[in-house]
């Protein structure tokens, strides 16, 4: 079993809907990351955090530590937030190599 | 542009050959990783550098790969005698810390295709 896991793995939305990727960790993390990575461009971080909630435009992410959870929403979903979307955990203490999940395929259609 | 710059952005190497991929962390970094994503499989770490040490090479295969980060200059990840398996996207990020509650910023990359 992964240490990361992303549901689900493909999604496909039509513009406007309301978007939710989930990501669940099984090791104890300092931080977990959301990140975006275009079809053949660079990787793109958009939350860090470690407890509660964050909101950057129409992007929310919150985290259960105790569920060992996060979620990540778009609102109002436009054909430009099409991208594979990854979770990556940070472990405790230094050296904070991460972990990977295998990332959720969002398309987005007119 | 300060982010994290990687060099080249696509390179392509013939089996035997050397590969040689660069990344020059955001300015005031001195902490430097980095990631391979193989195709269509998530992104594993494979090494973590401070400036001329080699601190967590855990990731990295055993034979034909090594990294540096000098002194001076970007941080190299040397391939050699490549082969096709090593075709992937090698990423490099860099942070100012080794906390993992620090937030690391990504290059876009260097694609390697090996023929």
């Known amino acids: 079993k992964n240490e990361v896991e992303q549901s689900p793995q493909n999604l496909t939305a039509q513009e406007g809907e309301f978007i939710t990727i989930n990501c669940s960790y099984s090791v104890g993390i300092s931080a977990l990351h959301w990140l975006q990575q275009h079809p053949g461009g660079g990787i793109v971080s958009l939350f860090m955090l470690s407890s509660g909630k964050k909101k950057h435009g129409r992007l929310i992410a919150t985290i259960n530590i105790q569920e060992k959870h996060s979620s990540l929403h778009i609102t109002a979903s436009h054909p430009r937030d099409s991208a594979v979307y990854i979770c990556a955990v940070g472990p405790t203490g230094t050296a904070s190599k991460l972990t990977f999940g295998t990332g959720t395929r969002l398309q987005v259609t007119l | 542009n300060a982010g994290v710059m990687q060099n080249p952005r696509h390179l392509v190497r013939r089996r035997g050959q050397e590969a040689r991929l660069r990344c020059s962390p955001m300015k005031g970094h001195s902490h430097v990783y980095w990631y391979r994503q193989l195709p269509e499989e998530g992104l594993k770490f494979m090494v973590y550098l401070q400036k001329e040490n080699i601190i967590d090479e855990s990731g990295m295969p055993k034979e034909r790969f090594s990294a540096e980060f000098p002194k001076e200059g970007p941080s190299i990840l040397r391939i050699q005698q490549v082969v096709r398996g090593d075709s992937a996207a090698y990423f490099c990020?860099?942070?100012?810390?080794?906390?993992?509650?620090?937030?690391?910023?990504f290059g876009d990359g260097t694609r390697l295709s090996i023929l």
């Open positions: 990020a860099s942070s100012t810390t080794a906390q993992g509650n620090q937030p690391q910023h």
